[in-house]
C-alpha cells in the first residue's frame, strides 16, 4: 500500500511516530503501537504507528508523519510513500526477559541499548525497560554491559592523553558550581580534562545551564576535541554531542520519576566518563537528607560499586564524601553562579568561602594523585597565580564566548525582593529542597538571569530583620508567585 504524506508539524521527541487513518491500518491488519517499514525509494526506515478513529486529522489514503520520520526518510508533504507491518525489535523480547527477573547478557543488552539509540523502541517500551531494573536491580556484570553498550552506541573523543582525568557529582546540592573552578585548575597544571557536563534536570541549574552564560556549551565531538588539545579542557552540555547517547534517552524517561535505578546510575555516570577515554576519575557524592545519597552507609556501598565497575572499564575511581545539608555558594541560578566562579577565579574577595574550599579540596587530591605531590597547595597557588582564570578565558574563548566577561556585566533578573530573618538567633538548617523551588519558581534556569543570591549559611549567627537571601525574579508575576511560596513555608529554620 501507498500512502500520501500529511506533515503534522509535531515533535515527538525521539521516537518516530506515524499517524494513519483506522480503515487504512485495518486494511493492512495495523494495530495502535504497531512498527511500520516505510519506504521512500531507496530509503526505508522503521516508525511506530498511532491510529486516528475520524477524518479529521488524517483522511483515507493519507499518513500523517511527525518531524522525525519525515526527517529520517527525506520527505515531504505530498509525497507517496509505502508501507509495511514490521517485526518487534529483539529489544522488546529482551526488555520482557528483565521485567520476568531474568539475567541480561552483554549480546542483549547491547540490543536494547542499539535500539533506544535508533530511535526503535516507544517511550513505554524504554519505560518498562527503566522499571524492571528496581526490582529485578542490575547484577554487576549486567552493568558492566549496559555501560559499555552506552559507550559503543555512541561517539568517543579519542584523545592522545594517556592519562585524562575527569570528575563527577551525583547531585541533589543548588549551587556547588565546582567543574568550573576545578577544570581551569587541573588544566593550567597540565592535565588533561575533557569534561562534559548535565544541564539542569530538577535543580535550578546543571553546570552546562551556568557555564552557557559564559560560553556555547551546545559543541559536535570534533570541536570537543580540538579544544581540549589546544587548552587542555573543556566545559561542555553531554546531552549536545553524541557521546553516550543513549543514556540522554534514558534520562528523560528517569527523569519524571526521579527513577535511579543502582544499575543505570552508575553506567549513566561512567560511560560519560569512559567516552572521553578518563584514566582516572574523581567522584563527589554529598551525603545529606535532599540529595539522592541519603545516608554514609548507602554512599559507602556506591562508593564499593563504583570502584568495582569502573575498575572493569579500566578506569581508576576516587570517591569523596562531602556535606550535602546546605548549599555551595551565595548564587543559586546560571547568571549567579557564574558570577561567583569568576569571583573565585579572578580572586575578588566577593568569592563564596565555602565553594572556594571545596574546589581546593576536590582539585588538591585530583592533583596530589596525578603527579604533584602538593596538592592542594599547588591548586592555591594556580588560583592565587591567576594561572587557572587564564586558562578558564582560554577555554571561554575557544568555545566561542568572551574571554574578558566581569562578573559585574553578568546581571541577575531586575524583579527582585529580600527574605528577611523573622527572628535572631543561629541558622541551624537550610532546606536544598525549597531553596531550589524557590529559584525554579522564579524562573531559573530557563530565564538564566533568575534566581536568588544567599547572604547567610547553616551555623551563622543572624539578626532579626537581617536579609537571609535576595530572589531575583524573570517577571513581576513569578515574583509574586515566589513571596506567596516563601511566606507559606519554611526555607531557612533559625535556632533562637
Request: charge should be positive.
Amino acid at each position: 500500500m501507498k500512502l500520501k504524506i500529511k506533515d503534522m508539524d509535531v515533535e515527538a521527541g525521539t521516537t518516530r511516530v506515524v499517524l494513519l487513518h483506522h480503515k487504512d491500518a485495518k486494511l493492512i491488519d495495523i494495530r495502535p503501537m504497531d512498527r511500520v517499514i516505510l519506504k521512500k525509494g531507496k530509503r526505508q526506515i522503521i516508525s511506530i504507528a498511532d491510529i486516528a478513529e475520524s477524518s479529521r486529522t488524517i483522511k483515507q489514503g493519507e499518513i500523517g508523519f511527525f518531524d522525525e520520520p519525515l526527517r529520517d526518510l527525506g520527505a515531504k508533504e505530498g509525497d507517496k510513500v509505502g508501507i509495511l507491518l514490521a517485526k518487534k525489535p529483539d529489544a522488546v523480547r529482551h526488555i520482557k526477559k528483565k521485567l520476568g527477573g531474568g539475567r541480561l547478557n552483554a549480546k542483549e543488552m547491547n540490543e536494547i541499548v542499539k535500539s533506544t539509540v535508533n530511535n526503535e523502541l516507544s517511550q513505554i517500551e524504554l519505560a518498562f525497560f527503566v522499571s524492571s531494573c528496581y526490582p529485578n536491580r542490575l547484577s554487576l556484570d549486567e552493568t558492566i554491559s549496559l555501560t559499555r553498550s552506552i559507550v559503543s552506541n555512541g561517539e568517543s573523543l579519542n584523545l592522545k592523553n594517556k592519562r585524562i582525568v575527569d570528575k563527577h557529582c551525583t547531585g541533589g546540592v543548588p549551587g556547588n558550581r565546582t567543574t568550573m573552578v576545578i577544570v581551569p585548575i587541573l588544566a593550567a597544571a597540565g592535565l588533561c580534562v575533557p569534561k562534559t557536563s548535565s544541564r539542569s534536570i530538577t535543580s535550578p541549574a546543571g553546570t552546562a545551564d551556568t557555564m552557557e552564560v559564559l560560553a556555547p556549551v551546545t559543541v559536535p565531538a570534533a570541536k570537543i576535541k580540538k579544544i581540549v588539545e589546544k587548552t587542555g579542557g573543556c566545559i561542555v552540555w553531554g546531552g549536545g554531542v553524541n557521546l553516550a547517547a543513549a543514556d540522554d534517552k534514558l534520562i528523560k524517561i528517569r527523569h519524571p520519576l526521579s527513577l535511579d535505578p543502582e544499575g543505570m546510575l552508575l553506567a549513566s555516570i561512567l560511560a560519560k566518563k569512559h567516552s572521553v577515554g578518563a584514566t582516572y576519575v574523581l567522584i563527589d557524592i554529598p551525603v545529606g537528607k535532599e540529595t539522592k545519597i541519603k545516608s554514609l552507609r548507602h554512599a559507602q556501598h556506591l562508593k564499593r560499586k563504583f570502584k568495582i565497575v569502573g575498575g572493569k572499564l579500566g578506569m581508576e575511581i576516587h570517591v569523596i564524601f562531602t556535606n550535602g545539608n546546605g548549599p555551595i555558594g551565595n548564587g543559586i541560578g546560571p547568571t549567579l553562579e557564574a558570577r561567583d566562579v569568576l569571583y573565585l577565579l579572578r580572586r575578588d574577595p566577593r568569592a563564596p568561602i565555602d565553594l572556594e574550599r571545596k574546589c581546593l579540596r576536590m582539585a588538591g587530591k585530583m592533583l596530589r594523585e596525578n603527579g604533584f605531590p602538593e596538592g592542594i597547595s599547588h591548586a592555591r597557588k594556580l588560583l592565587d597565580s591567576g594561572k587557572a582564570y587564564e586558562k578558564m578565558k582560554e577555554i571561554i574563548k575557544e568555545q566561542g564566548g568572551n574571554p574578558n566577561i566581569s562578573p559585574d556585566e553578568l546581571r541577575p533578573a531586575q524583579h527582585s525582593f529580600h527574605v528577611r530573618a523573622e527572628k535572631s538567633g543561629r541558622l541551624v538548617n537550610i532546606d536544598n529542597f525549597a531553596l531550589s523551588r524557590v529559584a525554579s519558581i522564579a524562573g531559573a534556569p530557563d530565564d538564566k538571569a533568575a534566581g536568588l543570591y544567599l547572604f547567610k549559611h547553616e551555623k551563622d549567627p543572624v539578626w532579626k530583620g537581617e536579609v537571609l537571601f535576595t530572589v531575583y525574579a524573570g517577571s513581576a508575576e513569578k515574583q509574586k508567585f515566589v513571596k506567596e511560596m516563601v511566606a507559606r513555608g519554611t526555607v531557612f529554620k533559625i535556632n533562637g
